[in-house]
């Protein structure tokens, strides 16, 4: 299309010669209200009538909340530590299970009425279900659960999975395939490379004893 004013140029011919005047666009602006806050002894913060968890290692702490127009942030000495989706609601509480980890650790038998507990991925609740009806069940799921910080939230929920897909399923059948799916991701990928052996080395461990006798002649 032909500019108005100068019908000669188009309007992309104009769009191309002011691009090559502009600016570079700068980095998006990180607006938050950063307010001190306590967290309680049960790893919660209180904002606007709702809870909120953090890690239960910040317990008793004054941390930062960063409060966004749609979620929040919680920072502990520079680093974020917990992060929720702002709720407009009132009296809720809002969990994240993974900061209870170090509790049940230490007190597995927080998991048999632990509210926390109580939202984690099907396959976990599932695999709860299965060892709380043995004895030291609760402390078989724990060491369950403490290999999320090493493994990741979706290995282990891969690995109860397969492990209830076993129809008999353990804590140590998961951390079983947990320790084999780790094995298959530190596998080396295969270098490709133009260069090919001509002659495969050969084990020949007459060599070692051709070696020793020399070093006995040197003597």
């Not at 002894?41 to 966004?68: E, G, M």
């Not at 993974?98 to 009425?113: D, F, M, S, W």
Request: proline share 8%; charged share 25%.
């Amino acid at each position: 299309m032909a500019h108005p004013e100068w019908p000669e140029l188009t309007l992309a011919d104009l769009l191309q010669d002011e691009q090559l005047q502009m600016m570079p666009n700068p980095r998006p602006f990180d607006g938050y209200v950063e307010k001190p806050i306590r967290v309680s002894s049960t790893a919660l913060i209180h904002f606007q009538r709702n809870r909120y968890s953090v890690p239960s290692d910040c317990a008793h702490r004054v941390i930062s909340l960063r409060i966004y127009p749609a979620e929040l942030r919680l920072v502990a000495d520079g680093v974020e530590v917990a992060r929720h989706e702002r709720s407009f609601e009132r009296h809720q509480t809002y969990y994240d299970f993974r900061h209870y980890i170090g509790v049940i650790e230490r007190k597995p038998g927080a998991l048999r009425n632990g509210a926390p507990f109580a939202d984690m991925p099907e396959p976990l609740l599932v695999l709860q279900r299965h060892l709380l009806k043995q004895t030291g069940g609760d402390r078989v799921m724990a060491d369950v659960l403490a290999a999320i910080p090493r493994h990741g939230l979706d290995g282990v929920v891969v690995a109860a999975e397969l492990a209830l897909e076993s129809g008999r399923p353990s804590g140590e059948h998961v951390l079983n395939v947990l320790a084999r799916l780790k094995g298959q991701a530190m596998t080396p990928p295969a270098i490709e490379t133009p260069l090919s052996v001509s002659e495969e080395p050969v084990a020949n461990v007459h060599r070692y004893d051709h070696l020793r006798m020399e070093a006995g002649d040197v003597r």
